[in-house]
């Protein structure tokens, strides 16, 4: 079986019994993760959802992520929906965080449907060169 085929969305089940407040489904965003001395960078595609309709939340050591994808205009008049792969809905997606994350300086952008997280790490936990003098 080939990548392609493997990344379809995957739709995500309601834990404890919980309901959701939208009649949409939800699905996990693919992620790239990307480490540096600096920090961790997390990408996640988000089609149709505008920077307006994200929240991300640290909670404890836990960085949630969710994008909402506003209602979908109707099917334009004369025109009927023949096939569909899209699979549209909301995103929703949690990470735990290491303890050497700056909590306080998380910062998000995004572009062309996808998110990008920076998450530095603390500064007294970064590697820092040691100079070496003569004595």
């Known amino acids: 079986m080939s990548n ?3 990344t379809q969305k995957q739709e995500i089940e309601t834990k404890d019994g919980a309901e959701r407040t939208r ?3 939800v699905f996990l965003p693919n ?3 990307y ?5 961790i960078t997390i990408m996640a595609d988000m089609p149709g959802v505008d920077e307006t309709n994200i929240d991300i939340t640290v909670e404890k050591n836990i960085l949630t ?3 909402y994808v506003p209602s979908l205009s109707p099917v334009p008049e004369g025109y009927e929906l023949a096939y569909s792969e899209c699979g549209f809905g909301d ?3 949690s990470f735990t965080l290491p303890d050497e994350i700056d909590r306080d300086n998380i910062e998000a952008s995004l572009k062309n449907g996808v998110l990008h ?3 530095p790490k603390a500064p007294e936990t970064q590697a820092r060169k040691i100079t070496v003098r003569t004595a």
């Open 91 to 93: 995103y929703q997606r």
């Open 117 to 119: 997280v920076m998450l």
């Open 4 to 6: 392609a085929l493997q």
């Open 65 to 67: 992520i969710n994008g």
């Open 35 to 39: 480490s540096t001395a600096e920090g």
């Open 23 to 25: 009649a949409t489904p």
């Open 31 to 33: 992620v790239d993760i």
